[in-house]
């Protein structure tokens, strides 16, 4: 090492000491306050004491110490001999079907039914007596039968007319028989009728020296035997079928008689999806009257098809009718077609369809309608062609329903009523039937409504539009029909019935004129109040409008009416 180098390492050593010097030097004097410090704090702190005296000794009491510790229990099962393996199972398994033990409802007791009713009432305004009986027998799976009889009368001399007194007698008889596969039935019907052709005037000087009860009085007589066989196969596989025969008899007091055989067969038969029907129809009736004798022969032929899918449903088929009439042979033929589809689950239902058929004028059906008219009268079929109709129906509620449609008929030879204004009596109180080719656009609406067994409601109109081809108008045709029938039950305690009839004009030819007959409003209600379950009373009001209007032409109707009375279960 060189003088220079060791000549500045010595110099470097004398500065190092020299700054410990002066650390150190500044430590002691540090430290010299400090001390200072605490001596005069302590000072202070002395002169600041202060000794306060007391009674109360401060004592802290015993720690009590516990001395459990802490275990842990383990809450799992340890699972010794464990082995491990695997199970084959099939692929497809052998499902074994196991028997299950039926459901049991238990035995809730029936309804007692009772075997008769008996009703009877009282008009005092005309006079009106009023009876009706029904009868049959208990329960039974094997049979049914029983008895209905009915009279209502009256003996009502109505202003400015004849004697209008009525009188209506009706006595069936009913039975069952129930088989495994069938059921067979029958009855017989006794129809008594008396009326009287009251639409003359009273005051009227060439009727005073008359006999005027045997010239107004008439009566019918009806029996009608009927009988049925029906099977009921529930193998879609099995042909159903439906045999209906039944006769009557109708006479008059005049010694004119009608008798009717008629045989009605209707057979089904399901064909992959589709249902096949056969309706095949005979009707044979004899007419005797004084000046005539009538043999009319009808045969019917109609076979159809139905099918349906989830939303829509069809029937589509064929009618053929042949008709011997006096001897002269006729042939038809009436397309059956009839579609509707379920738009929107119930609620919106359009319907279409076309149909037609062979109307039978019959004594039977015509005295039914009118019994007014002549015994002696002229006979026709009404040949209806067609009717096209236009539809729409379904569900507003649960509760409610409506069916609205259009209607387009034609007609050959359709009836008609007119007075008879050559009666050599002069007394023009009995009608005659004319007719004549006429078509008919109709439209009608239902609204159903019903809440359980407690509230019915049913509002129905119809109006009609005829044109005839000969005649001027259509004679004793209404031109709307608006009905309102209703149903109140009131905890099976009272119950209120009301009947509403809003009947529009109609044309009849009078002597010498069309004249219009005006429409009319007719209106009944009915109260009953059960007082047991065995006897009850009633009340009922007619024409509560208490109009006097014409159904038809001369014939005034009863003014307001009614009737008081009771029913009761005699066994």
Do not use: C
């Not at 005296?53 to 229990?73: G, M, Q």
């Not at 009913?174 to 009728?193: C, V």
């Not at 409506?402 to 008879?420: K, M």
């Amino acid at each position: 090492m060189n003088t220079a180098n060791l000549l500045k390492e010595k110099i470097n050593n004398i500065k190092l000491l020299t700054q410990n010097k002066h650390i150190k030097y500044q430590l002691t004097i540090i430290l010299s306050l400090f001390v200072g410090g605490v001596q005069l704090a302590q000072n202070v702190l002395n002169d600041l004491n202060f000794v306060a005296t007391s009674s109360f000794v401060p004592t802290i009491k015993d720690a009590i110490k516990f001395i459990d510790l802490p275990e842990i229990k383990d809450s799992v099962n340890r699972i010794s001999n464990i082995k491990y393996g695997i199970t084959s199972v099939p692929l497809f398994p052998k499902y074994e079907v196991q028997l299950i033990e039926e459901a049991k409802l238990a035995n809730e007791p029936l309804p007692k039914l009772y075997n008769s009713l008996l009703k009877l009432g009282y008009g005092p305004i005309y006079t009106i007596p009023y009876g009706e009986f029904w009868i049959a027998n208990n329960r039974s799976r094997d049979n049914n039968y029983g008895a209905h009889f009915k009279h209502l009368s009256s003996s009502a001399q109505l202003e400015g007319v004849g004697n209008s007194g009525y009188s209506n007698n009706n006595i069936d008889l009913f039975g069952k028989k129930f088989y495994k596969k069938h059921t067979l039935s029958g009855e017989i019907n006794y129809d008594r009728r008396v009326i009287h052709y009251y639409g003359f005037d009273i005051d009227s000087n060439d009727l005073k020296s008359k006999d005027l009860d045997a010239y107004t009085k008439q009566r019918y007589q009806l029996i009608e035997p009927k009988l049925k066989l029906q099977s009921h196969y529930t193998d879609s596989a099995h042909v159903n079928y439906s045999i209906l025969l039944n006769y009557y008899n109708l006479q008059n007091q005049n010694q004119e008689s009608e008798n009717n055989i008629r045989l009605n067969t209707l057979s089904s038969l399901f064909i992959n999806k589709e249902k096949l029907n056969v309706n095949i129809l005979t009707d044979y009736y004899n007419h005797k009257q004084s000046n005539d004798t009538i043999n009319d022969l009808i045969i019917s032929v109609n076979p159809s098809f139905e099918a349906k899918g989830s939303n829509w449903k069809a029937n589509v088929g064929l009618a053929g009718t042949i008709n011997n009439f006096n001897n002269k042979t006729l042939f038809y033929f009436y397309p059956q077609i009839n579609f509707n589809y379920d738009i929107y689950e119930n609620i919106i239902i359009p319907y279409a369809g076309v149909n037609g058929g062979l109307i039978k004028n019959s004594f039977k059906q015509l005295t039914t309608e009118n019994p007014f008219i002549d015994s002696t009268l002229s006979y026709a079929n009404t040949n209806n062609k067609y009717n096209l109709f236009l539809g729409l129906k379904g569900n507003l509620s649960s509760n409610a329903s409506y069916d609205a449609r259009v209607t387009y008929s034609q007609f050959d030879s359709l009836h008609f009523f007119v007075v008879n204004y050559n009666d050599i009596n002069k007394m023009y109180n009995r009608f005659n039937v004319v007719y004549d080719n006429a078509s008919l656009l109709n439209i009608s609406g239902q609204i159903n409504y019903q809440l359980n067994e407690k509230l019915k409601l049913i509002v129905k109109g119809d109006y009609n539009l005829y044109k005839t081809k000969n005649l001027k108008y259509a004679y004793h045709k209404p031109s709307f029909f608006l009905t309102f029938t209703g149903a109140y039950n009131l905890r099976n305690k009272i119950i209120v019935k009301a009947d509403l009839f809003f009947v529009g004009s109609q044309w009849a030819l009078s002597q010498n004129e069309n004249k219009q007959l005006n429409g009319y409003f007719d209106g009944n209600i009915e109260a009953e109040y059960r007082y047991t379950k065995t006897l009850s009373f009633f009340a009922r009001f007619n024409n509560i409008a208490n109009q006097r209007y014409y159904k038809w032409e001369r014939l005034p109707s009863q003014r307001f009416n009614m009737m008081i009375g009771l029913s009761f279960i005699p066994f």
